[in-house]
């Protein structure tokens, strides 16, 4: 059979995903031909004519994408500030608003003094791509991460081997619950940033196919009101910071007042703010914890 253009393929592939309802065909269709092929998006427009095979492999993956089969799970990769993670099924899929919660951390870890090595525990970690973001982009800082649950955390000791081993520092892993009072008892009042995103989904919430048929339950919702996690990681990021560390939890866009007020009911915090996602809907809050006068 003779080779055939690549981008009639990408169109085709674009308007079946668009007829299955997914609101990202385009970049969706683009990015499993450039998977197939073994390049970047980008250089897409660099190849005319591709063989059968590669149609044939495109139009597999694109089949699965148009029954919500998560882009991520197809070509077994999330990214997250500058790295990639390995995904799929029996853990949670990094999402994009997470990235404005690592840059925020990243911009409080510029204020810390020359020499000091930072200490940044990340709960609820899931992949461990915040957490691996965080010490590719710090290589100077020492990053803790805890999960609970042991199939996600075998995914994200995968990961943090794999990061490892193209030279970044390596982080420690922990087996353990938020709820716990004994969490890594041993780093009370000594991190300079503690960073969550934990569940916080409400039970009943619609949400997409993707995450409803693929995402861990547990790794999403969070009881009915979506609150049962974030009081816990707010007492123990509390108990975890130093003097003048700084604490930052994701929570659902309608959790703004609540989690904000239970950062500010810690008489320890302060500077309680609020931010928002890029569609200017509540995302994640941060606080501060109170240094004690001299």
Same mark, same amino acid.
């Given at each position: 059979m003779s080779r055939q253009p690549l981008r009639l393929a990408v169109l085709e592939a674009e308007r079946i995903l668009a007829a299955a309802g997914i609101a990202s065909s385009r970049a969706d269709a683009e990015l499993l031909a450039a998977h197939v092929l073994g390049m970047e998006r980008g250089r897409l427009p660099m190849? &005319? *004519?591709?063989? &059968? $095979? =590669?149609?044939?492999? *495109?139009?597999?993956? =694109?089949?699965?994408? $148009?029954?919500r089969v998560p882009l991520q799970h197809l070509t077994g990769t999330a990214a997250m500030g500058d790295v990639e993670v390995a995904v799929g099924p029996g853990v949670f899929v990094p999402r994009p608003e997470t990235e404005l919660l690592l840059g925020w951390g990243l911009s409080l870890l510029h204020d810390i003094e020359d020499g000091t090595a930072p200490l940044v525990i990340d709960l609820c970690t899931g992949s461990g791509v915040l957490a691996l973001a965080l010490a590719h982009a710090r290589p100077d800082a020492e990053v803790h991460a805890v999960e609970s649950d042991p199939v996600a955390l075998s995914w994200a000791r995968r990961n943090a081997d794999a990061r490892a081993a193209i030279g970044d520092t390596a982080i420690w892993l922990h087996a353990g619950d938020v709820a716990d009072p004994a969490l890594l008892a041993p780093f009370d009042g000594m991190a300079h940033l503690v960073l969550s995103n934990p569940p916080y989904v409400p039970l009943g919430t619609d949400v997409a196919p993707e995450v409803a048929r693929h995402d861990p339950h547990g790794a999403v919702f969070a009881g009915a009101d979506g609150l049962a996690v974030i009081p816990d990681v707010v007492r123990t990021g509390t108990r975890l910071l130093?003097? !003048? !560390? $700084?604490? $930052?939890?994701?929570h659902d866009d309608g959790h703004a007042a609540a989690v904000h007020g239970m950062l500010a009911a810690r008489r320890v915090l302060t500077d309680v703010d609020d931010h928002a996602d890029l569609a200017g809907r509540p995302r994640f809050a941060t606080a501060r914890r109170r240094v004690s006068p001299r």
């Open positions: 190849v &005319p *004519l591709v063989d &059968p $095979a =590669v149609v044939e492999s *495109l139009r597999k993956l =694109v089949t699965e994408r $148009a029954r130093r003097e !003048g !560390g $700084a604490i $930052a939890i994701e």
